[in-house]
């Protein structure tokens, strides 16, 4: 099975860095099994460089500020995977994480949407539903799509892609997943895997951009709840820069 894994970024070159390096090394399969699709929207910060240096055979495509439902959506269109993923460059994934998701679609093959939900929603009803075991695998019944999520080619198909005309840098994903519910297809998130989000959106806009380890006990703190060991030494290496 091939996974594509589309990256929208704009601009966040040095948490792009760090987030997509790391998300690289700890999938867990073997490179020929990944393609991976980066989509620039208009960045100014280099972030181009980058991208390029950290994967040389990504699939690039430069954009000039069209917004985030485009910008994935040219992603989609030349996905060639089986399954097709959309990861965001501020998430940090843990370790051997595509490997789980690959074993849960081959021992649950209707899979139709699976995806990792960040961390502190586990128990958020908006998004996550009540847990079920499949096959000997315990799931968590998706309500909404969030984080990183991924979707086979047939649910693609009858999906189909982000809804461009809804506002800027809305809550596109949430309307992808009402479409996606309505399908009656399986839909999950994988049980006890959990995203750290180190974009604004989880840990507040007000990071203090000139103490980069005030920022990171910061970020701790906003989460409420114990990160792991894997968690702690990923945001460890991190400087992150709100306005990059």
């Not at 994967?55 to 910008?71: F, M, Q």
Request: net charge neutral.
């Amino acid at each position: 099975m091939k996974f594509s894994i589309v990256v929208p970024t704009y601009n966040r070159a040095i948490l792009t860095k760090d987030c997509i390096s790391s998300n690289i090394k700890n999938a867990g399969i073997p490179a020929d099994r990944i393609e991976w699709i980066w989509v620039d929207d208009g960045s100014t910060d280099g972030v181009q460089e980058v991208m390029k240096k950290m994967c040389p055979d990504i699939s690039v495509i430069r954009n000039y500020n069209l917004g985030i439902e485009k910008t994935v959506n040219q992603g989609y269109a030349l996905a060639t995977g089986d399954f097709i993923f959309k990861l965001d460059s501020d998430l940090l994934l843990p370790k051997n994480w595509l490997k789980v998701i690959d074993e849960h679609i081959s021992k649950i093959p209707e899979t139709a949407v699976i995806g990792i939900l960040l961390s502190g929603f586990q128990e958020h009803s908006a998004w996550a539903g009540k847990e079920r075991e499949i096959n000997g695998l315990k799931i968590l019944e998706a309500n909404m799509v969030m984080g990183l999520y991924g979707f086979s080619r047939k649910m693609f198909k009858k999906v189909g892609y982000l809804n461009e005309d809804i506002p800027y840098y809305a809550s596109s994903d949430m309307f992808w997943s009402d479409r996606a519910k309505k399908t009656g297809e399986l839909m999950y998130y994988v049980d006890n895997l959990e995203a750290l989000h180190l974009g604004s959106s989880q840990f507040g806009g007000d990071i203090d951009i000139l103490d980069p380890e005030r920022s990171k006990k910061d970020a701790v703190r906003r989460l409420n709840r114990p990160l792991s060991k894997q968690q702690l030494e990923g945001i460890s290496k991190i400087y992150y820069n709100p306005f990059i």
